[in-house]
């Protein structure tokens, strides 16, 4: 069985994931930063900083977690394409890396890291 025409619409599959997430990232982007404005109006500036910087660390670490995933697809596709590993060999070498990638820490910042308390602006 060639392996190569399944592994290649893995790839094609993984892309549009990642594309979509990214489209994802950019709406909640948008989203975030409407909220923001409005907490910044109602005259909730230190709140709105704080949230801003929370999401912004979020969203920060998410998409460094997406180009890491792209990264381990690109250097699959040139094992592909260069023949340095059999097909096979290239899908456990995948697997093991994108593995790896899930037991990094998911969540950078938690929710039980926030306390109230005073903010110094300078």
Do not use: W
Not at 2 to 12: I, K, L, M, Q
Not at 74 to 96: F, K, M, N, Q
């Amino acid at each position: 069985m060639n392996v190569v025409p399944v592994v290649s619409e893995c790839f094609r599959l993984a892309d549009e994931q990642i594309a979509s997430s990214e489209r994802e990232m950019g709406d909640v982007r948008s989203i975030l930063a409407d909220a923001i404005a409005r907490l910044i109006q109602d005259r909730s500036s230190a709140t709105a900083l704080q949230f801003q910087d929370i999401s912004d660390q979020l969203l920060a670490h998410a998409g460094k977690r997406l180009e890491a995933l792209r990264g381990e697809m690109e250097r699959a596709r040139i094992e592909l394409e260069t023949r340095r590993l059999a097909p096979v060999g290239v899908a456990h070498s995948l697997y093991d890396n994108l593995l790896a990638l899930s037991k990094r820490e998911a969540r950078p910042v938690h929710a039980a890291d926030l306390e109230p308390g005073s903010i110094e602006l300078f």
